[in-house]
Nanobody
């Protein structure tokens, strides 16, 4: 399984960015896709997950600001990030869990700064 993420960049506080991730390869029909992030000097943390049957999970720090969505037919996952804060600055990694295995993309940098 391979994951290709895109959409990172620079945003001002209060601004928005949208991340996209495409998964390819042998993927079970039931799977969970989502995003983690890692800020400099900090451990990687879960941001959001969404199962193929629509169940979502968000970190408390992003609830109400970030929205995860999926296109199951295309094996795509998206992260709409609104009301961005400097604390959201991190490398964001796309993830898929399929058949009990975890796969990660290469990461995309998100920087929130004025």
């Amino acid at each position: 399984v391979q994951l290709q993420a895109s959409g990172g960049g620079l945003a001002q506080p209060g601004g928005s960015l949208r991340l996209s991730c495409a998964a390819s390869g042998t993927i079970f029909s039931y799977n969970t896709m989502g995003w983690d992030r890692q800020a400099p000097g900090k451990e990687r943390e879960l941001v959001a997950r969404m199962s193929s049957n629509g169940v979502t999970n968000y970190a408390d720090s992003v609830k109400g600001r970030f929205t995860i969505s999926r296109d199951n037919a295309m094996n795509m996952v998206y992260l709409q990030m609104n009301s961005l804060e400097p604390e959201d600055t991190a490398v964001y990694y796309c993830n898929i869990r399929s058949a009990g295995y975890d796969y990660w993309g290469q990461g995309t940098q998100v920087t929130v700064s004025s």
